[in-house]
């Protein structure tokens, strides 16, 4: 009898659609509580194509936006009207359909000089954030996407980043094109209470499967050094991404 043994963490959903949804019932799960608690939730939202369903899911639940601050963990350095932003697809997708403050809507403005951008959004980061007991500013969710070449936020293989001033936050550049990016750094990421792969896909589950077995050279892909030092990690994943793993 094969011995199926589950990931901690790990939650596999039919398709996309019950993907999105299933992120988006524990958003709302969070955001009441917190609502509940008077208190503030740090979100880092992710970018790509992925997020989009599970933005327009989130987008027709109830919540109390008011106390919720959406950052972004990486941006293209594009103006926000350019179609590869990020923000561009989380405004058509969520934040025109829902009533968020603009003072919580922390935009990557990826229409800057990038280096300098990298160090004042991590300054932003720094002034509005609790610290962690690592003294690193702690996002309350971190949602990240995943490439098929193991990237991770825009942390690319190679790890080639222009960190900024404290290492937040760097600058990158996407290995094929070159575009540059601002992007979360791991210790950023790392610092987070709760840290969430959001992954669709077949072309995904040969990256997935490497990353959670643990297979030769899986440190080679940055996303299998997100490993939150006090917060949890989770993988939501769709039938196709999570196909190699039991
Ligand atoms: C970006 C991302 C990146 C993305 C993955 C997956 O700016 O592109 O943040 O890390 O999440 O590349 O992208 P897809 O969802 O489009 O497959």
């Avoid at 596999?12 to 958003?27: G, Q, S, V």
């Avoid at 990298?118 to 949602?143: C, K």
């Amino acid at each position: 009898m094969k011995k199926y043994i589950r990931f901690p963490g790990v939650r596999i959903m039919n398709d996309k659609e019950a993907l999105a949804e299933a992120l988006a019932d524990e958003f709302e799960s969070a955001a009441s509580r917190v609502a509940e608690a008077g208190r503030t939730m740090f979100v880092a939202l992710s970018g790509g194509s992925t997020p989009a369903l599970f933005f327009r899911s989130l987008a027709a639940r109830t919540i109390n936006w008011e106390t919720i601050h959406f950052y972004w963990g990486d941006e293209r350095c594009v103006p926000p009207e350019n179609v590869e932003s990020n923000f561009l697809m989380a405004s058509r997708e969520l934040l025109n359909r829902i009533r968020v403050p603009e003072e919580n809507i922390h935009r990557v403005r990826g229409e800057m000089d990038p280096d300098q951008e990298a160090e004042r959004y991590a300054l932003e980061i720094v002034r509005n954030l609790p610290l962690n007991s690592f003294g690193i500013p702690a996002f309350d969710w971190i949602i990240l996407g995943l490439g098929t070449d193991g990237h991770t936020a825009s942390i690319f293989p190679g790890f080639r980043l222009r960190p900024a001033q404290g290492s937040l936050c760097a600058v990158a550049g996407h290995p094929e094109t070159g575009q540059e990016r601002i992007t979360f750094t791991l210790p950023l990421i790392n610092g987070a209470r709760r840290v969430s792969f959001l992954v669709s896909g077949e072309n995904k589950s040969e990256i997935v499967t490497s990353i959670l077995q643990k297979s030769e050279g899986f440190l080679e892909y940055p996303a299998a050094h997100v490993s939150p030092q006090e917060g949890i990690l989770e993988w939501f994943l769709d039938r196709g991404a999570g196909s190699g793993i039991s």
